[in-house]
Nanobody, 128 residues
């Protein structure tokens, strides 16, 4: 089992940057697909980005491409989400999650794919 803790949220002005961290314990983040999700009030949770280190795959929601970057640090057993050029519409609670790497190709944003482990969210607020 893996336990995840998201951190790094806060208040930032539009156009600013923030880096979120997803610290894992109990297992190696490299053994999992790690995804970042967000949920704004009154809206459905949406996938933001994921990384599969073993497969060398990353992906981003269209709304954040070119602005957000996902990365991992095995030594720290942590996955990061660097968020640049933040917009008010990025305001949400951000969650990290872990799921199994599969032996057949699946888009890890797919509704078919299940992230098994979830951390508590960290709030990102982007002011106008």
């Amino acid at each position: 089992d893996v336990q995840l803790q998201a951190s790094g949220g806060g208040l930032v002005q539009a156009g600013g940057s923030l880096r979120l961290s997803c610290a894992a314990s109990g297992s190696n983040v490299n053994d999992y697909v790690i995804g970042w999700f967000r949920q704004a009030p009154g809206k459905e949770r949406e996938g933001v980005s994921y990384i599969s280190k073993f497969e060398g795959r990353t992906n981003y929601a269209d709304s954040v491409k070119g602005r957000f970057t996902i990365s991992s640090d095995n030594a720290k057993n942590t996955v990061y989400l660097q968020m640049n050029s933040l917009k008010p519409e990025d305001t949400a609670v951000y969650y990290c999650a872990a799921g199994p790497q599969l032996d057949e190709y699946v888009d890890y944003f797919s509704q078919v794919y299940e992230y098994e482990y979830w951390g508590q969210g960290t709030l990102v607020t982007v002011s106008s």
